[in-house]
Nanobody
Framework: QVQLAESGGGLVQAGGSLRLTCTAP???????????IAWYRQSPGSQRELVAR???????YYADSVRGRFTISRDNSRKKVFLQMSSLKSEDTAIYYC?????????WGQGTQVTVSS
């Protein structure tokens, strides 16, 4: 049973911004809050990669490729995790997923497509 759902993707020009939202409609707050939640992405022909993660204490980690451009945050009361993406590049084009960290097979959602045009 999928626990997480993504939204907010779209088509944007290089240099633009998008904010992705991850929601956990099937989790209760006491289950969501202690979890580390991460954003992953997968582009055609590539393996899924970790983009950023945020721990329950809001400690964050970013992949080198996005550090300084992306910001991950969470709102525990609404069971949401956000990924603010700025200065987008064509190489950021991918399907973006949220999941726990480490990921759980049962928690992969449909993802949200981000396309950056150059």
């Amino acid at each position: 049973q999928v626990q997480l759902a993504e939204s907010g993707g779209g088509l944007v020009q290089a240099g633009g911004s998008l904010r992705l939202t991850c929601t956990a409609p099937r989790m209760i707050t006491s289950t969501f809050n202690p979890k580390t939640i991460a954003w992953y992405r997968q582009s055609p022909g590539s393996q899924r990669e970790l983009v950023a993660r945020i721990a329950p204490d809001r400690t964050t980690y970013y992949a080198d490729s996005v550090r300084g451009r992306f910001t991950i945050s969470r709102d525990n009361s609404r069971k949401k995790v956000f990924l603010q993406m700025s200065s987008l590049k064509s190489e950021d084009t991918a399907i973006y997923y949220c999941n726990e960290f480490p990921s759980r097979d049962s928690s992969w959602g449909q993802g949200t497509q981000v396309t950056v045009s150059s």
